[in-house]
């Protein structure tokens, strides 16, 4: 029975966080502003670079999955590169270099202005997330934060920014993939919706 009860209250956790989350009109407009700011950088053409480390490394190439591939509707691929997939680049910048600048070496290479630098952190103080995300500014691109705890060093960085508060990397982390998956379908959406997408 103990380990039923366990499970009981990270279930009960885990959706206390998303009740909170959604509960505060400010994270709502922030993801609002977030999907704006997605779908109007593919209507100009532009891309996406998203990045994070650990979790938030896999929840970066689930998004760049539900961009380029689909989501729910048959639709044109959009842009989008998940910065942390490529091994060869990562292993050779962080020997080469140092692994701070694995994300930023790409943004330098790969980022345009008016492209958007799509950033995950739990904490928003990774030295690797933070240079990363000073080089985008730098360069002209927008950065969308998605982060937690209180946002370490991003908010300042940061254009738009989506901070799910709280003290566990794993709740905080599922409610990320949340924010993803909506973020996702308002840009998959507006983008089947207003003629821009063409059919498969």
């Keep these: 029975m103990a380990n039923i009860e366990i499970i009981r209250q990270i279930f009960e956790d885990s959706?206390?966080?998303k009740k909170n989350f959604i509960s505060k009109e400010t994270?709502?407009?922030n993801v609002l502003k977030a999907a704006d700011s997605l779908y109007n950088a593919y209507k100009r053409g532009n891309k996406v670079l998203v990045f994070g480390n650990g979790g938030s490394a896999s929840d970066?190439?689930?998004m760049a999955a539900e961009?380029?591939?689909r989501l729910e509707k048959e639709r044109r691929s959009l842009p989008c590169i998940a910065l942390n997939t490529d091994s060869a680049?990562?292993?050779a910048c962080g020997n080469d270099y140092d692994f701070?600048?694995?994300f930023s070496r790409q943004i330098e290479s790969l980022g345009n202005k008016g492209d958007i630098a799509f950033v995950i952190s739990t904490s928003g103080k990774s030295p690797n997330i933070i240079k990363a995300a000073t080089i985008a500014k730098k360069n002209g691109l927008e950065i969308i934060s998605l982060t937690g705890r209180d946002g370490g060093e991003l908010p300042s960085l940061s254009d738009i920014f989506i901070l799910v508060e709280g003290?566990?990397?794993a709740r905080i982390?599922?409610?990320h993939i949340l924010i993803i998956h909506i973020l996702c379908k308002l840009v998959e959406d507006r983008i089947c919706s207003d003629g821009i997408s063409r059919d498969i």
């Design 15 to 17: 959706i206390n966080h």
């Design 27 to 29: 994270n709502v407009v």
């Design 60 to 62: 970066s190439q689930h």
């Design 67 to 69: 961009l380029v591939v």
């Design 89 to 91: 680049i990562l292993t």
């Design 100 to 102: 701070t600048s694995i």
């Design 167 to 169: 003290k566990s990397s």
């Design 173 to 175: 982390q599922e409610t």
